[in-house]
């Protein structure tokens, strides 16, 4: 397994910008698709992003257009850079990773994934 560590949360308005790092250790991260997930109060753990390791890149309808998920493997990092946040994107943001045979091929479900952060809060007012 590889260790995640999620950085880059905060508290910000509608309408501002975040950027979410996710940076891994452990194993060779090249081969991981790493998705994004969160979870507001009350809530379950939903999908939000995610990235295969061969750069396909996949969003739930609610982010397309405002959130972007890229990779940089040299640095073994993930970047969800978060634009136009809206009060309903509140919620503690986790990393995860799965090895993957397949270039294009992610996950959708927390249990398709392996490792996980610890979450990084995001908090957006209105």
């Known amino acids: 397994q590889v260790q995640l560590v999620e950085s880059g949360g905060g508290l910000v308005q509608a309408g501002d910008s975040l950027r979410l790092s996710c940076a891994a250790s452990?194993?060779?991260?090249?081969?991981?698709?790493v998705g994004w997930f969160r979870q507001a109060p009350g809530k379950e753990r939903e999908f939000v992003t995610a990235i295969s390791w061969g750069g396909s890149t996949y969003y739930t309808d609610s982010v397309k257009g405002r959130f972007t998920i890229s990779r940089d493997n040299a640095k073994n990092t993930v970047y969800l850079q978060m634009n136009g946040l809206k009060p309903e994107d509140t919620g503690v943001y986790y990393c995860a990773a799965r090895i993957s045979t397949y270039y294009d091929r992610v996950g959708y479900h927390p249990d398709e994934y392996d490792s996980w952060g610890q979450g990084t809060q995001v908090t957006v007012s209105s």
């Open positions: 452990g194993r060779t991260f090249s081969n991981y698709a």
